[in-house]
């Protein structure tokens, strides 16, 4: 499903380690070409230009990864701007092109980073940025802009069917979630996350009851719409930094960073009362200081089967401090 590729690939860990790594490269062709002849016009603009692009490496490289995804549409407009001023500041057309050439990573930011509409709209943005420097510059001719655009268009439409292939890996081919491989990754990279900011993390697992009696009586089809059914609630209903995934038949498991046990339970309850034919059960744990991410899902499991055991259609808080707040 197009509408959930980019996350399922781009994790803000990886969006600031290539956003960084790009901004680096960036800033060191920068130097190199601004590194000619001393009076040449344009020069120091060049110049500062590129140690923005360093710092920019820096900072992306370190708070990037407790970055919000939005936080990151920032970050790719700034650098297409960065390259649009490069292109206009450059002293020769040699430069130019070569400083309007780095639109090529900002390509592949957008095409790895974001949602299709975003992604064109981020690449549209850039590629109409440089052009229009290029066009300008007295020492290019406008065909070479227009070159370096069908090569950007092209390396854009590689990478984003990369993407695609990448995130077929890690993703659920009937509900278009994550599965269990995708579900592993998230997990991790949230648990990272946790360990350095020290913020909240719950997790939950859940099951459909009595789903294979569905499957026998009504057929296999009637089954996937089921499943297909339950998936699209959730993911309407879930924040938006959400990891839902179906781990296989009729398992589903949730992280929900910044939510605390509590809430977490009274969202599960909220949601799972939409699905008023359907019986649900949930377990929900929140992470504790010190705690693995399996350490984690074993709790969760624990609940959930706390729930089954207390009647099934029920939620349970693994909650060890607090028994009498379990299930309901």
């Not at 009637?222 to 296989?248: E, F, K, N, T």
């Amino acid at each position: 499903m197009e509408k959930s590729v980019a996350p399922a690939v781009a994790t803000p860990r990886v969006m600031a380690n290539v956003l960084s790594v790009f901004y680096l490269a960036g800033g060191l062709a920068g130097l190199l070409a601004s590194s000619g002849a001393v009076d040449a016009p344009g020069r120091g603009v060049l110049f500062a230009l590129s140690l923005t692009a360093l710092v920019a490496a820096a900072v992306v490289g370190w708070f990037g990864p407790r970055w919000p995804r939005g936080a990151f549409h920032f970050a790719v407009v700034l650098a297409a701007g960065l390259i649009g001023t490069a292109v206009v500041a450059s002293p020769d057309g040699q430069t130019a092109v070569l400083a309007g050439a780095l639109i090529t990573l900002v390509a592949v930011d957008a095409c790895y980073f974001f949602h299709l509409p975003l992604a064109l709209a981020h690449l549209g943005l850039a590629v109409t940025v440089v052009t229009a420097g290029l066009a300008h510059h007295p020492h290019v001719d406008v065909r070479t802009a227009l070159a370096l655009d069908v090569i950007v268009v092209a390396l854009a439409y590689v990478a984003r069917a990369l993407v695609l292939r990448a995130s077929g890996a890690s993703r659920d081919p009937l509900t278009g979630l994550h599965n269990r491989l995708g579900f592993d990754e998230a997990l991790d990279e949230l648990m990272t996350s946790v360990a350095r900011s020290g913020s909240t993390l719950s997790a939950a697992l859940l099951d459909l009851d009595h789903f294979k009696q569905i499957n026998d009586t009504a057929g296999h089809q009637a089954g996937d719409r089921m499943l297909c059914q339950v998936s699209d609630v959730w993911r309407a209903q879930l924040p938006a930094d959400a990891v839902l995934a179906r781990h296989g038949g009729d398992e589903f498991s949730l992280l929900l960073p910044g939510v605390g046990g509590a809430d977490a339970l009274a969202l599960v309850r909220r949601i799972s009362a939409l699905h008023p034919a359907i019986g649900l059960s949930c377990g929900v744990a929140e992470h504790r200081a010190g705690e693995t991410g399996s350490q984690l899902m074993r709790r969760a499991d624990r609940a959930l089967y706390a729930a089954k055991d207390g009647g099934r259609g029920r939620s349970a808080l693994d909650d060890a401090h607090q028994p009498g707040r379990a299930a309901s």
